[in-house]
């Protein structure tokens, strides 16, 4: 990151009816850093499944829990972090989809990693003693 960074920060309380939210913070933020439209919906995306995932299987809809988000950008790229207190996600036991079978069942559910992975260009998750991160990244 160069010294130009912005950064912004957010806490919501981990329930859906905030999703809405998140998602106008991110994409305001987004444009101002001067992505695409169709960057932003991708970034929009990707947040929204992360804060869906903490919100499900993080604080296991404990709407008495928060969610801080932590977005920066400069010139090259605008990294976003969702922190939570809840329980960790380990990415080795993750176990990559099988897409094609989850549209042939008409199976909901179980892809939002895998989308994250995709849409965003990196992807880090970090456990330390109480706070969990998921840190994406997106290049311009």
């Not at 101002?32 to 499944?49: H, K, N, P, S, Y």
């Not at 080795?92 to 008409?106: A, G």
């Not at 892809?111 to 330390?128: A, S």
Request: aromatic share 8%.
């Amino acid at each position: 990151m160069s010294e130009s960074t912005t950064t912004y920060n957010i806490s919501v309380p981990a329930s859906t009816e905030y999703l809405s939210k998140v998602r106008n913070f991110v994409a305001n933020h987004a444009s101002e850093c001067g992505f695409t439209e169709q960057e932003i919906a991708d970034i929009r995306l990707a947040v929204d499944e992360a804060y869906t995932n903490i919100i499900k299987h993080a604080y296991k809809n404990d709407r008495q829990k928060a969610v801080d988000i932590e977005l920066g950008c400069d010139q090259s790229e605008l990294w976003i972090a969702l922190l939570d207190t809840g329980n960790a996600f380990d990415p080795n036991n993750y176990k990559k989809p099988d897409i094609r079978e989850k549209i042939k069942r008409k199976k909901r559910g179980g892809v939002g990693v895998y989308l994250i992975r995709e849409l965003m260009d990196e992807v880090e998750y970090q456990t330390d003693e109480s706070t969990n991160t998921i840190r994406m990244t997106k290049r311009k």
